[in-house]
């Protein structure tokens, strides 16, 4: 089973606000990637590490959102002006490599009012 | 497009009965995972599986990579299977493309 740790589990922000949200990988996994979900079941990803190294993130990412893993410190993706439409699970991944096998947290269920 | 295709989208079982859940997928595919995700969210690895038959339990995971194709098999349902099933593809570009999942219930 999955040791993978995120943080909070739900999160509710007004529009504009910023939402930040934490994930702490497998021990040993150095590299993280980071998924929005949204009630229609579709999955979009956001961005991966390997260690601190930004591997690949999608446009999206690069506007408002920011996201980083510090060595020692948990890894953590920002929101910095919410919008309704970022309403979603998002969800963490750990796995040894980036084409190896992925971990997921329980993700952090984001709500913009 | 539409990277990975999952069907049933929802299936209804009485508890006891059989379930095959297929993923077709369009791109060539340099890894394949099944997830089931609990209702609460966490989606849980039941399968990484590149290519051939792999067991677990009541669990049986079949995908025939060179025909872009992948089923789970769940013998004896029970009502505790209930939930989504997610087949993902990786494509070697670092993308992880999930499909809509299967939508399992199971009924005592």
């Known amino acids: 089973n999955s040791k993978v740790i995120q943080t909070p589990r739900y999160l509710v922000k007004g529009q504009g606000q910023k939402a930040k949200m934490r994930c702490i990988p497998e021990k040993g996994h150095p590299v993280v990637f980071w998924y929005q979900q949204n009630k229609n079941n579709e999955f979009k990803f956001l961005i991966n590490f390997q260690n601190q190294e930004v591997l690949q993130q999608i446009d999206m990412t690069e506007k408002r959102f920011s996201a980083e893993c510090p060595s020692n410190s948990p890894c953590s993706l920002e929101i910095q002006s919410s919008e309704a439409g970022d309403s979603a699970l998002y969800l963490c991944?750990?796995?040894?490599?980036?084409?190896?096998?992925?971990?997921f947290g329980p993700g952090t269920r984001l709500t913009v009012l | 497009g539409q990277q990975v295709q999952q069907s049933p989208a929802s299936l209804v079982l009485q508890e006891g009965e059989n379930a095959e859940l297929q993923c077709n997928f369009s791109s060539t595919a340099t890894r394949l995972q099944w997830f089931y995700q609990h209702p609460g969210g966490r989606l849980v690895s039941l399968f990484y599986?590149?290519?051939g038959t792999k067991h677990t339990g009541r669990l049986t995971s079949t995908t025939v990579t060179n025909e872009r194709r992948s089923s789970l098999h769940i013998s004896s349902s029970q009502t505790t299977d209930s939930g989504t099933y997610f087949c993902?593809?990786?494509?070697?570009?670092?993308?992880?493309?999930f499909g809509k999942g299967t939508s399992l219930t199971v009924i005592p």
């Open positions: 993902a593809i990786h494509t070697g570009y670092q993308n992880f493309y």
């Open positions: 599986n590149p290519s």
């Open positions: 991944a750990s796995s040894l490599d980036r084409d190896a096998e992925q971990f």
